[in-house]
């Protein structure tokens, strides 16, 4: 399981910079978010380590009513989707929600503020915002925010960063877990490694 970590750090890296985007142009929104990320992320107030977990706290505040964790769960399970029950899939949803909201911790110090935002491409209800994190001693990172609108906010469901989609590095090791176990076992593995990390414990590599 230790891939699907690597995919929710990944994600969540890629977004730390977004706070809730509304209807309207989708750049716009994601830069707007951009800054007011920011400003929590450089509040005086969080810059102690006792107040991490506060600051932490108020970002998943933020972040999580971004995602859209339906879409991206079905979008994580692919052809396994049509298979579940209602009851299955909304047990799914609820189960990977919780997973992303306690692998979502604030890196040591991490800083979003050489995100460069340039560009947005938008049909029908999806969209794409795509940038760069600017790197100086490096080749700069592409960045692809995948969104679409529901109930006219514009929700998160993807992030490709570095060439690599978050929902297709999970959908490849769910895949692996349901071939090797079950539905059932992929739904115990994700409980199991969110109670890790609520106890502070963490997923091993």
Known sequence: MSTISHAVIMFFYGWLALSEAYAGEPLDSVKASHERYLQLLQDPTFQSKDKERELNDRLREIEM????????????????????TAAEQKEFVEVFRNYFAAGNRLPTRFSSSNLVLEREKIDGDFAEVEGYFYSPAKNNAPAVYKLHLVDGKWK????????????????????????????????????????????GIGIKE
């Open 65 to 84: 009513p971004l995602v859209d964790f339906d879409e991206m769960a079905k979008r994580t399970l692919a052809k396994h989707w049509t298979l579940l």
């Open 156 to 199: 998160l469901y993807d992030y490709t960063g570095w060439g690599v989609s978050s929902v297709e590095v999970l959908r490849a090791q769910f895949t692996r877990v349901i071939a090797k176990s079950s539905f059932r076992g992929l739904i115990n593995a994700l409980r199991e490694k969110t109670e890790q990390m609520e106890k």
